[in-house]
């Protein structure tokens, strides 16, 4: 799904979390890195028990050169992929805050 098409879902007052990391993924692949961080950012406000955005958001910290940001963003997902059983979002977050870690 294209960005305008997503924004237009917004603009109608569809928001959701599943919209804003959708958003956010959109934008990181286009480059726009402060667009996407604010919509990952809206995604786990919006749904704190969501793990894909928490991992997603953790990512873009990371990759923005904000390890501690990230690393506390990693954990906070981990927790909430522990309680909810999502176990392939577990293991990822898992090989993630290691990296950091080091």
Partial sequence: MDIDALEKMLARGQDSAMLRLT???AYLRRGERETALRHLREAVRLDPNYSAAWKGL???LAETGCPEEALETY????AV?????DMQVVRELRV???RLER
């Fill in 23 to 25: 958003l956010g993924n």
């Fill in 96 to 98: 993630f805050i290691r």
């Fill in 58 to 60: 953790g990512r873009l």
């Fill in 75 to 78: 954990r906070q997902g981990l």
């Fill in 81 to 85: 992929a522990e309680r909810h059983g």
